[in-house]
């Protein structure tokens, strides 16, 4: 090896050394694309049909409303197109029923209802610079939780929990806002986007003498930071 060549390697592993954060900013660039979003969701009414101590019946669903988080990690090995993705959210609604349980023929049952969904979502998208449609598919776990519950019959308590398997289908795009924004003077840029997203989420619940087959249909508008 050349004087010229030796010294050049030795101001390289200096620099390397000395200077951390430079092989800090090229590792994610080299592994792929990390994705930190928050959004807010709705819930869409509907009709579910509801098993009430016994009797099967059809429920009426309100509109909820709620917001959520997402981590996605995008590698570069898949060429940034397909990712996982960990998701949670919360959000509120209401059912109402008829409760024609136990020979009542003219009441109705009611209960406030809290739900908070845990999912890992495989996603599939177009890497475009400025727009990036994607959909994907996601399984996990729900919790529902009734909050004061007026349904005749039933031995209620202020609240009843039920854990649920739960899986949910998934489309989208995000926009680009900013390709290159330096925050807290990092040296690698960082991309702003927003996103629409459409999710068909399913679940099956089951409390105290109440069992509902859970499907939900949510529209998303958030907010997002590509490193």
């Known amino acids: 090896m050349g004087l010229h060549s030796l010294v050049r390697s030795t101001t390289l592993l200096s620099l390397l050394f000395c200077c951390p954060s430079l092989t800090d900013v090229a590792f994610p660039a080299e592994f792929g694309d990390i994705e930190l979003s928050g959004y807010a969701l709705g819930r869409l009414p509907g009709d579910q049909d509801l098993f009430n101590q016994g009797t099967m019946v059809s429920a009426s669903v309100q509109q909820g409303f709620g917001a959520g988080f997402k981590i996605g990690v995008f590698p570069a090995i898949l060429k940034r197109i397909v990712g996982l993705e960990m998701d949670s959210n919360v959000h509120g609604t209401a059912l109402s029923f008829p409760n024609i349980a136990n020979g009542r023929n003219n ?66 795009t995000q926009v680009m806002l900013t ?28 409390w105290e003498g109440l069992a509902v087959d859970f499907r939900s249909h949510y529209g998303l508008l958030g907010i997002g930071l590509r490193f």
């Open 107 to 172: 009441e109705t049952g009611r209960s406030d209802l809290l739900m908070i969904n845990t999912t890992f979502n495989v996603i599939l998208r177009y890497p475009g610079e400025r727009i990036r449609p994607y959909i994907g598919v996601g399984i996990g776990w729900s919790h529902a939780t009734l909050l004061n519950p007026n349904i005749a019959g039933r031995d209620d308590r202020d609240f009843d929990s039920a854990r649920a398997f739960t899986h949910q289908f998934l489309g989208g």
């Open 179 to 206: 390709p290159h924004l330096s925050l807290f003077n990092a040296q690698q840029d960082i991309a702003v986007f927003l996103f629409g997203e459409y999710r068909y989420l399913s679940s099956n619940y089951h």
